[in-house]
């Protein structure tokens, strides 16, 4: 049993053993045997895409689901690839929110600001929308490659769905891998940001290109 669910247990005993048990954490503590809180400082990548004046206007709304990602993946733990083979967190340091989430409302913000759907939603939000937008995050980590800094990669796959037949109109696979300019979580942060915002306006234009093709077909 950890120190921290020892100390919540001593509680539930009687009055003589629960002095006895917090005699004995403290001495604990004295001795510099229970864990220290250690600051965390949190992240949230807020990447800006620029809107292409070359993007078509849709008269379809659109709803977008959240990302599925494995277990390393669907945390708010920042990844580290040191090398090869082995993955790592950063110490003292998280997103703000579960990876998936911080890459869905990215695509949600990217989506709505580029004024070119009829509307934009997430699953379960009461709308009827042509197509979904089906995500799983693959990559979502900074890789040092046996180099001096790290490189964040993005990957995320994407289907484009017709709920009327739940037919996968378009599936593609979209990347981004951005070097960071400095081994501390701050410049690894803008490199998020910068690689977020490049998945997110290539999928925008991706949406549009294959929506509308679609339609055209009448399916």
Request: hydrophobic content about 45%.
């Amino acid at each position: 049993m950890s120190p921290s669910r020892r100390s919540s247990a001593s509680i539930r005993l009687h009055a003589p053993l629960r002095l006895a048990a917090l005699s004995a954490l403290l001495a604990l503590g004295g001795c510099g045997l229970l864990p220290k809180n250690e600051p965390i400082a949190l992240y949230r990548p807020e990447p800006r895409v620029a809107i292409d004046a070359a993007w078509p206007k849709a008269d379809w709304q659109l709803q977008i689901a959240r990302p599925v990602a494995d277990a390393s993946s669907d945390s708010a733990r920042i990844l580290v690839r040191p090398r090869a083979g082995e993955l790592q967190v950063y110490k003292g340091a998280a997103w703000t929110q579960p990876a998936p989430d911080i890459v869905h409302d990215a695509l949600m913000r990217a989506f709505i600001d580029s004024g070119r759907f009829a509307g934009v939603a997430r699953r379960g939000e009461g709308v009827s929308p042509r197509y979904e937008l089906l995500l799983d995050l693959r990559r979502f980590e900074s890789d040092y490659a046996d180099a001096g800094t790290p490189t964040v990669r993005i990957a995320v796959g994407a289907r484009l769905v017709h709920n009327a037949d739940n037919r996968i109109v378009a599936s593609r696979v979209f990347e981004a891998d951005v070097p960071a300019e400095g081994t501390d979580v701050p410049r690894i942060n803008r490199a998020f940001e910068q690689g977020l915002g490049d998945v997110s306006a290539a999928m925008v234009g991706w949406v549009l290109a294959e929506g509308g093709r679609s339609s055209d077909r009448g399916r």
